[in-house]
């Protein structure tokens, strides 16, 4: 295809791209530079890189950046694990149950978010099934700590999240060539090793995809933890988003918070760079 062909294609696409994701991000970038508040929103005033400065030497910024990364570093591999191997155990299934059986694990990533959390919350609160089962087993009240409360979090980022990357996997897996199975069972290979030297490879692709969209999830990941945690500072779990939207909404100061914003993106870059060269060269490779 030659070239101006193919920007007349793409433009469509291409600037819905730039009106949804650059023009934003330039707008954010331009207010990151300003003191700026609900007062003299159409007078900001330029302060340079101090609000960047002020980000960075403020302890509760590093405190959400550390349970953001905990987050990433616990719930997204569970998830990818998780998923997988749900998704294999589902393939196994030939019957109608199969339909039944997925249609009850994607529940959880069908019903609204907010909702969602609620209902979750509502089984550690007084009077919910697993805080009665807590005390009947401890013989003491389930508590909401900082401890107790970040680890909910974690729990129920997995619960609501872990269908998506089922579905990708089992979808990738419906395309495995059965054929390329039979070859290596005939050849005496264990299920283990068909499971590492075919399926794994295939659905290679499809594991990289994954794990970048569920990176991004887990760092914008907001309306759960509002809701888990009610802005309650006592339970120290605010990961990035939330610090974003209690500096700019809380205490006004909303060139800070579209700092952090910028500060976020530029941390999901550098996080997805592995990911995207693995991808580009797994590309090249393919061509």
Known sequence: MKRKLFFKFSAPSNLTMITLMLIPLGVAVFLSLHFVTFVNINTPKFVGLSNYAAILTDPQFWQAFRFSM???IIAVPIQIVLGF???????????IFRGVILALILLPFVVVPVVGTLMFKQLFEVGGLVAYWYRAVFNQPFLFTPTSVRVLIIIHLIWYVTPYPLVVFFAGLQGLPESQLEAAEVDGASRWQQLVHIVIPFLR???LMTS???????YRMF????VMTEQNPMYQAENLMMYSYRVGMMVQRLGRANATAILTVLGVMV??????????KNQMRNE
């Open 70 to 72: 905990v987050i990433l």
């Open 212 to 218: 970048m969209i569920l990176i991004m999830d887990m």
């Open 205 to 207: 692709p499809l594991l």
């Open 271 to 280: 996080v997805l760079i592995p990911f995207l060269r693995i991808t580009y």
């Open 85 to 95: 191997c749900m998704a294999l155990l589902l393939d196994q299934i030939r019957s």
């Open 223 to 226: 309306d759960s933890i509002m």
